[in-house]
């Protein structure tokens, strides 16, 4: 097909928990060109360092930022030939990212891993958004927050999060000062990968309102905590807003630079090209679904899943994972929550519950396990299956905030069958979903329908239809299966200055599917009782009237230092 020269384009770079994806859009109509995927060399390191033989303390979720670098010079480049893209074409670059997703660095942007004396800590490796050992430090802030009457606390749904940034700076700081004391910043990987590629440290307004307490309120910027605030939580702490941070932040959309030469000879485009500020992943997403006005949820659905949804007023609904004024669509508020595990949960069950007669049997019929089990489930009417699960396999992050939370599935016997697990496993998810939504709706949050993208609505079409009866609602789905990269290339459009706003980027380059998923009103009624139970084992369980799940949990982390202690 022969090139137009009046082409724009841009590129969105979609960083994952376990790859990254580039993608390049025609910004006119929205039309996907071209796409590439660099699978991380070194994943997601929850075990033991590269080339180490000590392992991980429990929790560590840890990622090596050569494998984000290599992303910009292996996919970038081979998604644009794909496109048949000249370097002229692009205009505008934007990237999204997991979060929060943050490391320690020099000032000039070296990562403290990069260093030998620091390659052997793990406290100077990114700490990916999984990370959950900062429990204890989390717990401090919501204590000292609490206590002081922190606003921050209250844009947290009343929790700030063991996931979230301040909880792993304390960490390092309390486990590894020497870390803490050699980093001249501490920056989310998508403020720092904007940094690599323009040269300029530039922060997401996004990542430091929904993950670094920052907080602002009808265009009056409060910003950070207070010295005092972070004094109190610890005195080494007191001024670490101006040593390791950057108060210089920019909404989502906004120009944080051009390439340099050296990362645009590594991509393949030209110097200067425009780069939008870093975005987090999920509210990317938003606009690519089509969503930019409120009542509407997007789920990204993917390992975990991102709830959000968009207000015209400021509102504190529990265990939120933040609001932000303009956070993901300017002119409202941007409300985020989320459950730390959902495609992760189905894929710890293929991985070890699947007994080999299932397996024996998927493949006399020709189709994988998983396929066969989805099909034996959607055989069972509501309730059939006599179980209940608690979907905290790593752990809770809304509505109880709470990453010493622990799965839970109730109703076994000897007759139960792979599928009836894996079922109640999905039932699990929407009744998760489901309790966000009303915890939303308790403080006038209203959402009438939902919209999804990610990898799971296109693999599982019985989990779409659960998640439609469980919440009462209609699911539209995103015409992109790559909603986070198109939104993060719809981002570099406005960047580029080709629309001046999120909104009118939107309006041309994203689209939903004509079939949505329907809510069938007599599973929404039989589920009724089902979700009335759910409720009563998340309570119980979440909210400290029966602490097991934590003590068992500690009682692992102990034993484990004792095994260690004894191997040494």
């Known amino acids: 097909m022969a090139r137009s020269a009046k082409r724009r384009l841009v590129l969105g770079v979609d960083f994952g928990t376990l790859s990254g994806r580039a993608l390049v859009v025609d910004a006119d109509t929205g039309e996907e060109l071209g796409t590439a995927v660099h699978a991380y060399a070194n994943g997601v390191m929850d075990e033991r360092l590269p080339g180490a033989r000590k392992p991980l303390d429990p929790d560590f979720a840890l ?52 260093l030998p004396a620091f390659r052997a800590n793990p406290h100077a490796w990114v700490k990916l958004w999984k990370h959950h050992a900062a429990q204890a430090e989390a717990d401090r802030i919501n204590a000292v927050g609490a206590r002081r009457g922190e606003e921050f606390l209250r844009a947290y749904g009343g929790k700030y999060s063991s996931e979230w940034f301040f909880s792993k700076l304390l960490e390092t700081l309390r486990k590894a000062p020497e870390v803490y004391a050699a980093a001249d910043r501490f920056i989310e990987a998508c403020d720092w990968i904007v940094w690599r590629m323009t040269g300029v440290e530039r922060r997401s307004q996004c990542a430091a309102g929904y993950k670094a307490m920052w907080v602002a309120r009808s265009g009056k910027g409060w910003g950070f905590p207070s010295p005092d605030f972070f004094r109190a939580l610890d005195p080494r702490l007191e001024r670490v807003v101006a040593e390791k941070l950057s108060a210089e932040l920019l909404p989502p959309g906004a120009r944080a630079g051009g390439l340099t030469p050296a990362m645009a000879r590594a991509m393949g485009l030209r110097p200067d090209t425009p780069v939008a500020i870093g975005n987090v992943d999920a509210h990317a997403a938003v606009p ?36 932000v004024e303009d956070g993901i669509v300017p002119g409202f508020f941007g409300f985020e929550a989320g459950q730390s595990a959902v495609g992760d949960i189905f894929g710890w069950f293929f991985e070890n519950c699947v007994p080999a007669a299932t397996a024996r049997e998927a493949k006399r019929r020709g189709v994988r396990a998983p396929d066969l089990l989805e099909a034996q489930a959607a055989q069972l ?59 939303f709706a308790r403080q006038g949050v209203e959402v009438s329908e939902l919209s999804a993208c990610g990898g799971l609505p296109d693999r599982n079409r019985l989990l779409m239809q659960i998640f439609a009866d469980v919440t009462g609602r209609p699911i539209k789905v995103a015409e992109s299966a790559q909603a986070c990269a198109l939104g993060a290339a719809m981002h570099g459009a406005v960047a580029g200055g080709i629309y001046p706003h999120i909104r009118a980027a939107a309006a041309r380059m994203a ?30 369980f979440g909210r400290g009237a029966c602490a097991t799940m934590r003590h068992l949990k500690a009682l692992k982390s102990a034993a484990r230092r004792s095994k260690d202690r004894l191997r040494n």
């Open 63 to 114: 990622q090596d930022p050569q494998d984000y670098l290599d992303v910009l010079a292996r996919a970038v480049p081979l998604a644009i030939r794909r496109a048949g893209a000249a370097p002229e074409e692009v205009r505008g670059v934007g990237v999204d990212f997991t979060a929060c997703t943050m490391l320690p660095c020099t000032s000039e942007g070296n990562p403290l891993c990069f």
């Open 381 to 439: 009417a509501v309730g059939e299956s006599g179980l209940l699960a608690l979907d905290w396999w790593n752990g809770n992050r809304s509505v109880l905030v709470n990453a010493d939370l622990t799965g839970l599935l109730v109703g076994m016997t000897l007759a139960t069958r792979p599928h009836e697990i894996y079922r109640a496993l999905l039932e699990g998810a929407a009744f998760g979903t489901r309790t966000i939504i009303e915890a």
């Open 288 to 323: 690519a679904c089509a969503v930019t006005e409120p009542g509407k949820l997007v789920m990204i659905m993917g390992t975990s899943i991102c709830h959000m949804v968009l207000g015209r007023t400021r509102k504190f609904p529990e265990g939120m994972c933040g609001v």
């Open 511 to 540: 689209r939903v599917r004509k079939k949505a998923f329907l809510p069938d009103a007599r599973a929404h009624a039989a589920y009724a009782p089902l979700f009335e139970e759910y409720t009563r084992l998340h309570d119980r």
